[in-house]
């Protein structure tokens, strides 16, 4: 592996001192990385637009110039070798690092015209919308785009350059992630208004041990949490149904089935036309802080920059529970 590194520290030297060889590594990275993506030559010669023997000829000289194999010859579906595997990390990398430089550089030519991408799930982005509709409003020439994921992928895709800011529902234990207390939202238990509980102000969490809950399927720090308390009070926790999404919970349980336990930022609208209804459980309360995140070390684009500043500025006006909180470093 000793050559795979050198190559990368002979290309990021190239990168900042010779446009010229530069050019030529980088593409030798987008064959690779499209020949390790399409999983065949010939689908990627397609892709790229060239010849497959002219793909064979730079993948050969790419895998002599680092000293290692990168795909496994006797696998006829572009199999990467253990070599192959790391310097696509890398690849991936140096290449949003490119795009990520021609965008800064296009935003200035365009007088701060410029692209936010952010990365958020189901869940938290509708924290967004009114900071997304408030910061259009102040810049309405720079695009957006909410890139949706998994809150356990995001950190990642903030590190490898792939979106710019994120959001989360737990702070991040990576040291090179810098998070941003946005917003304080609390887990509510809900039901349908026919259901027995549904007259109740408060319930003790044993009340709930023979209820049937519908469950989001994507574990989640949160759910860890419910589940233990469960534990720590000998209340079993029955989850009968899983569902893929907030909204598909909601409605299920509208519609008569169980009850639930959800992000209170998503039923406020269900909360206010009565097709749900909040039950208090003391055991149960639990406090869920949204975060912004970044890279620590990132300089931010002018995009970015004025959106923290939107974000800021919205918490300082509508107080609770919107607020702006800088964590300290891990």
């Known amino acids: 592996m000793e050559e795979v590194s050198q190559f990368l520290i002979r290309l990021f030297g190239e990168i900042a ?3 010229g060889g530069c050019g030529l590594e980088l593409v030798q990275l987008e064959t690779f990385l499209a020949v390790a993506e399409e999983r065949s030559f010939s689908r990627a010669a397609a892709r790229l637009h060239r010849t497959q023997p002219a793909v064979s000829q730079a993948i050969a000289k790419l895998e002599q110039e680092l000293g290692e194999v990168l795909f496994e010859r006797s696998s006829r579906d572009g199999t990467l070798t253990d070599a192959g595997e790391v310097l696509r990390e890398y690849a991936l990398k140096l290449l949003n690092l490119r795009n990520e430089a021609t965008g800064a550089l296009s935003e200035l030519r365009e007088l701060h015209r410029g692209r936010l991408n952010l990365a958020a799930n189901e869940y938290t982005c509708l924290y967004l919308l009114p900071l997304l509709d408030e910061f ?9 785009a909410v890139q949706r994921s998994l809150a356990s992928r995001i950190s990642d895709e903030v590190l490898m350059h792939s979106v710019e800011l994120g959001v989360l529902s737990f702070r991040p234990d990576d040291a090179q992630v810098k998070s941003i207390v946005v917003y304080r939202d609390e887990l509510a238990f809900v039901v349908n208004p026919k259901h027995a509980l549904a007259q109740e102000k408060e319930v003790s969490i044993r009340q709930l041990g023979g209820l049937n809950f519908i469950a989001h399927n994507i574990s989640s720090p949160q759910r860890l949490k419910v589940i233990q308390t469960f534990k720590r009070h000998k209340t079993p926790l029955q989850m009968g149904v899983e569902l893929p999404t907030m909204e598909a919970i909601k409605r299920f349980v509208a519609m008569g089935n169980g009850v639930a336990l959800v992000p209170g930022l998503t039923v406020q609208t269900e909360l206010e036309n009565g097709t749900l209804v909040r039950v208090q459980v003391p ?6 802080k949204l975060r912004l995140v970044h890279r620590r070390q990132a300089s931010l684009s002018h995009a970015a920059v004025s959106f923290l500043k939107v974000v800021e500025e919205y918490a300082a006006a509508h107080g609770d529970p919107y607020c702006f909180h800088v964590e ?3």
């Open 17 to 19: 001192g010779s446009r």
């Open 136 to 144: 259009r409003r102040q810049n309405p020439r720079i695009k957006l």
């Open 283 to 288: 055991e149960l309360q639990m406090e869920r």
């Open 328 to 330: 300290r470093g891990i």
